[in-house]
């Protein structure tokens, strides 16, 4: 376990300079761990200072510790977990690709199943979700989990559909929220929720598909989306998850690590990862460290901004 030091091919590449000012000046990519063979959806809990992330192929979620450095097996088997986050009570909410379901993991350990099925169909296989502050749970619902038995349990999609969900906090009801997505994937609000972002990764199987990010304007009733327009295209590969920091600026994972969005599209920076990255989150006592989750290593970068 413990600190690996920076490995060679990470570092930050500034293509504007204005991503400049968002480093440190001294800060270097660490590599925290190696072991995994797809990690992905990592989520902060502040107040154990620890990272849950998901390892999909192993069947397993992880646990990273910063107070000490380890790391330890969280939950195995985990249903080949993908996407985690925390929701205002500071609970984990998890998509699961073997199960076909978002499950909230309680204070006491208990889990409870948010959602499994839509009008009587099975989902197909949840992959990543974000929780808004009045307490919806917002996921994507791509095949991914299972066209094959890498990921979860291959079978036949009962929906027929790729699609995106709401699911109310108050009353459990859930919604379909997108319905146009080839392989809707990562999502996340703007600081002020007024916007949603979705990925869609359809060119992961289709030469030719979709390979960007949808930004969408929320309904003044919180509960639906509007105006879709393409926020940005991806330049190395793949967008899969990423989180927006507090001035709104995008840190999404890509082919040759993590590119850094203004909320205008441009884009101004990269941090070079020696992996496909899956997925990003804050985390830290300031919330100034970027845990980023490569395809067989954690990573992380301390900024001078904070998610």
């Not at 990690?39 to 502040?46: I, Y």
């Not at 095949?143 to 929906?159: A, L, P, Q, T, V």
């Not at 304007?217 to 105006?227: I, N, R, S, T």
Request: aromatic share 10%; net charge negative.
């Amino acid at each position: 376990m413990g600190f690996y030091g920076e490995p060679e091919g990470t570092g930050f590449q500034a293509l504007d300079k204005r991503f400049n000012a968002l480093l440190t000046g001294h800060g270097r990519v660490e590599r925290l761990w190696t072991g995994a063979r797809w990690s992905e959806g990592p989520a902060w809990f502040a107040a154990g200072r620890y990272l849950v992330f998901s390892d999909i192929p192993n069947n397993r979620m992880m646990r990273y510790d910063e107070c000490d450095g380890s790391m330890a097996v969280f939950r195995n088997p985990a249903n080949n977990s993908n996407g985690n986050t925390t929701d205002p009570q500071g609970r984990l909410v998890t998509c699961e690709h073997g199960a076909r379901r978002v499950t909230r993991t309680e204070h006491d350990g208990s889990i409870t199943v948010l959602a499994d099925n839509y009008k009587g169909k099975r989902l197909n296989s949840p992959n990543d979700v974000v929780v808004k502050s009045d307490g919806s749970i917002w996921f994507t619902d791509p095949s991914y989990g299972i066209m094959s038995d890498y990921e979860g349990h291959k079978s036949e999609s009962e929906i027929g559909n790729c699609n995106v969900y709401r699911i109310d906090g108050s009353t459990g009801e859930m919604t379909i929220v997108a319905d146009d997505f080839d392989k809707p994937n990562g999502l996340a609000f703007s600081p002020d929720e007024s916007i949603l972002y979705i990925a869609d990764t359809g060119a992961s199987h289709e030469d030719g598909g979709p390979k960007h990010i949808r930004s969408f304007k929320v309904k003044a009733d919180g509960k639906g989306l509007q105006g879709s327009k393409v926020f940005a295209v991806c330049t190395a590969g793949l967008f899969d998850g990423f989180r927006i920091d507090r001035d709104g600026r995008m840190w999404t994972s890509a082919a040759d690590g993590v590119h850094c969005y203004l909320p205008d599209g441009a884009l101004i920076g990269k941090i070079l990862i020696p992996e496909i990255v899956g997925n990003v989150c804050f985390g830290g006592a300031k919330r100034n460290r970027l845990f980023i989750c490569g395809t067989t290593s954690l990573y992380s970068a301390f900024l001078s901004i904070s998610g």
